[in-house]
């Protein structure tokens, strides 16, 4: 991948920097996928009208804001990697590929939330995602490239990291059955993360 030697480390001050900027950028524009319907409106039932057609955009624009979140702070306080190699920054290039697209994603599932194809495409992007972070922990870890100091947290890590992609496989199945309750499950991420960092943190002390 690169002409560099691949036991040369290297600090991650700058892919850092290129995560903290990409996530800033993919998590403003996403309230571009939120449009306003374009027409006249001469009364307070158009207006009603207007306005409960945006709604479920809202929601898949909330969603897809707290999965970057949730991805952000992963890379954030798990990530604690001593130094980098080449191929560790390009399944971060990788990764960050991902987590780029899912803007666009986002505006074609809230733009054609009933067809499964759009679902899918959402769901796809999600689990690349997933499955690349997972693939960046198992190699920093292979390497030896974590820290010492998380090594007693290990265990908690992996479950952690290997639920995301679990809970999406479940979602890609359900839009065969239901895409409307597939977007429900994928709410489960953000609020299993924040709760089962709450009673890990809680059993720690």
């Known amino acids: 991948m690169s002409q560099y030697p691949e036991g040369l480390l290297i600090p991650t001050t700058r892919l850092e920097t290129l995560t903290d900027g990409l996530f800033a950028i993919a998590m403003t524009i996403l309230v571009v996928t ?3 319907p374009v027409g006249p409106i001469h009364t307070a039932d158009l207006f009603v009208q207007t306005t409960s057609e945006i709604i479920p955009k809202f929601a898949v624009y909330f969603l897809s804001f707290l ?3 949730v991805f952000w702070v992963d890379h954030h ?3 604690l990697v001593k130094k980098s190699n080449f191929t560790l920054i390009w399944l971060n290039i990788f990764w960050l590929m991902f987590i780029a697209l899912l803007p666009l994603s986002t505006s074609i599932i809230a733009q054609f939330p009933e067809y499964q194809l759009a679902q899918l495409i959402f769901d796809f992007n999600l689990l690349f995602i997933g499955l690349f972070f997972y693939i960046i922990w198992s190699y920093s870890l292979e390497k030896g490239m974590i ?3 998380v090594k007693p947290y290990y265990p908690y890590i992996k479950r952690s990291l290997l639920f995301m992609p679990i809970v ?6 359900f839009t065969f059955i239901n895409p409307k309750w597939s977007m429900v499950i994928l709410f489960m991420i953000p609020v299993f993360s924040l709760v089962g960092r709450k009673l890990w943190s809680h059993n720690k002390t």
């Not at 999406?168 to 199945?173: A, K, N």
């Open 34 to 36: 939120i449009q306003i």
């Open 67 to 69: 999965l970057l979140a």
């Open 77 to 79: 306080m798990f990530y």
């Open 147 to 149: 820290s010492e100091k």
């Open 168 to 173: 999406i496989s479940v979602t890609i199945l």
